[in-house]
């Protein structure tokens, strides 16, 4: 009996776990690779670095959303690399799988523009661990300036620092003024978190370069109003664990977050395929990469364009990747044409804070409280299950009413009077 086709796919977030339920009815068999056992609602993370959710609030195991898929086998596994001549994935404990198909759904990490030292003073936020580790730093900077005795060093201690003025930095930056001014503001005794400084550096002319400039200029203002300062065409030359220098001049702070810019998975740089600027993999119209039509790449990974405009990295981006893939496949197994990928942009929506956002859907822009009803409507219906949703249902609410956030919990704080690392349990 002849075998059926075996794809595999690498990366269990929204292109490959789309791909993986597209495949759900087609003669295959599915190896779904990722070093974490979870999917992640990715666009919800800052909320989980901000205090506002738990973990397990936005993501879910990948084994339980695809249990009822029988094609489907997951692995928790890294991938070493992959040798797209001989079809094969190595991965890090040095075993190898063969594909007839390979969807690689990777992602992206954080890209320091040669300067990866700076990663140390400034956490990127691209999976749990970094938003649990933001968090840390952001609440036990409150605390290090409650027990500081020194002026100088306690407002060194409340002055945050967000890099890069595109969404995740707004968001970022919005959810950080939030807490300094309505949710801690009254919780100590020896400082004011009023006096805190949230600063938004950005080497462009304006925040949400993507987005159009009048929404950018409305973005500017709600920021302002929560009073993050914004700083433009401010390029950073050096950070180290108390000051950011920039062009504009010395920052004095303890508290950096970077969003400023992203770089492709390193699976990419081992195949010997063309890579960007960025190193994302440079694919055909139909995502497969030139010369291995066995061979697709989705999401943020791809260096893709539909209809001569480049595919945004975002999860509508992904997850329409995700399922062009498929039908590829499926295409190949029917032997039909495959068609080119086209990419629907359903809009773009970026929350600022409390009642505030901007963003375009279709020809309508919104910005302000219905801004901010649409981006939370739309975040709660991708929710990738009920409990998911019911459960950040009720924590937004509850927020919204009492300016309160629920998972204002510190791990592994370190203690001035033992020089040792308190590691507590990570909730969810």
Do not use: C
Request: glycine content about 10%; charged content about 25%; overall charge negative.
């Amino acid at each position: 009996m002849a075998t059926r086709p075996h794809v595999v796919i690498v990366g269990g977030g929204f292109g490959g776990v789309e791909a993986a339920k597209s495949l759900s009815s087609a003669d295959v068999d599915i190896t779904l690779l990722d070093r974490r056992n979870h999917h992640l609602f990715q666009p919800l993370l800052y909320q989980v670095a901000t205090a506002g959710l738990n973990p397990a609030d936005i993501s879910a195991p990948i084994r339980a959303i695809l249990r009822h898929q029988d094609n489907v086998t997951v692995l928790m596994s890294e991938v070493a690399a992959v040798d797209p001549e001989a079809r094969l994935v190595e991965l890090s404990d040095e075993t190898t799988l063969t594909y007839d198909y390979l969807i690689l759904a990777a992602g992206t990490r954080h890209s320091y523009f040669g300067n990866d030292q700076w990663e140390q003073h400034a956490p990127g936020l691209k999976s749990v661990e970094d938003a649990i580790e933001i968090r840390r730093r952001v609440l036990l900077a409150f605390e290090r300036a409650e027990a500081s005795h020194s002026d100088e060093d306690r407002q060194a201690e409340l002055t945050f620092v967000v890099v890069g003025g595109g969404p995740t930095g707004v968001e970022m930056a919005g959810a950080i003024a939030e807490i300094a001014f309505r949710t801690v503001a009254r919780d100590f005794r020896r400082i004011d978190p009023e006096t805190a400084r949230v600063i938004l550096v950005e080497g462009a002319d304006r925040v949400l370069g993507a987005y159009p400039a009048s929404l950018s200029r409305k973005a500017l203002r709600q920021l302002e109003r929560l009073g993050v300062e914004v700083r433009t065409e401010t390029m950073v030359e050096d950070i180290t664990a108390d000051t950011v220098e920039t062009n504009g001049g010395t920052i004095r702070s303890k508290t950096v977050v970077w969003g400023a810019g992203n770089a492709g998975s390193p699976i990419g740089a081992t195949m010997g395929v063309e890579l960007d600027r960025a190193g994302r993999i440079v694919v055909d119209s139909d995502l497969s990469v030139p010369g291995y039509p066995d061979l697709f790449v989705v999401g943020d990974l791809a260096a893709a364009e539909s209809k001569g405009k480049p595919v945004p990295g975002v999860a509508q981006g992904a997850l329409q990747g995700g399922r062009h893939a498929a039908q590829a496949i499926r295409a190949d197994l029917s032997d039909k044409p495959r068609s080119p990928f086209r990419y629907r942009n359903k809009g773009e929506l970026a929350t600022i804070g409390r009642s505030s956002a901007v963003g375009v859907i279709g020809r309508f822009r919104l910005s302000g409280w219905i801004a901010w009803m649409a981006w939370w409507l739309v975040h709660i219906f991708f929710l990738i299950n009920f409990r998911s949703r019911a459960i950040v249902l009720f924590s937004w609410s509850w927020s919204y009413l009492t300016f309160q956030r629920g998972a204002r919990l510190i791990t592994r704080a370190w203690r001035a009077d033992t020089q040792t690392t308190d590691s507590d349990t990570d909730e969810g």
